[in-house]
């Protein structure tokens, strides 16, 4: 059986969008990317079919898709990594044990307070490690999603 392939470039921008608020999916067939919050997926998953037909024409699309990712096999969507599993704030913490003593220490402590997201990005720009951030971002998701094809037994298409 061949592998479905999926281009990583895609993967990676499906990855930038993934957030404890946002799933993240791929259609298998058109390899196109879906996002939807997590209270819409909560939302969608026990609909009455009164409450079904009471949805707009775009709700009822999203609600399709949940009951395809929830009740059908195989399933026409992969889900990309969740926040959980991807862990940004953990890339962010790795990335600045990779900077000189005063840099790391400093980033370190910005990054375990209120608002570390904001204070990250703040910081690079001050220190002009935007260039570096990205290039380790890169690489950080990349080996995120070569495990996730080896869980999906699926290929990635290096451009």
């Known amino acids: 059986m061949i592998k479905q392939s999926y281009k990583v470039k895609a993967l990676l921008e499906g990855l930038d969008m993934v957030s404890p608020d946002f799933e993240v999916f791929?259609?298998?067939?058109i390899k196109k990317l879906f996002t939807m919050t997590s209270d819409e997926f909560m939302r969608y998953e026990c609909l009455s079919?009164?409450?079904?037909?009471?949805?707009?024409?775009w709700e009822k699309k999203q609600a399709k898709m949940v009951e395809d990712i929830l009740y059908t096999e195989p399933c026409t969507y992969l889900k990309l990594s969740n926040a959980h599993t991807l862990n940004k704030h953990q890339i962010m913490v790795d990335f600045a044990l990779t900077l000189p003593y005063g840099l790391s220490e400093a980033l370190l402590q910005m990054l375990h307070h209120k608002g570390a997201f904001s204070e990250f990005k703040h910081f690079i720009h001050k220190h002009l490690l935007v260039n570096d951030w990205y290039q380790y971002k890169k690489q950080a998701f990349m080996k995120k999603l070569a495990d996730w094809a080896v869980l999906n037994d699926i290929e990635i298409e290096y451009e």
Do not use: G, R, S, T
């Open 26 to 29: 791929i259609h298998k067939k």
């Open 49 to 57: 079919v009164d409450e079904f037909n009471a949805l707009e024409p």
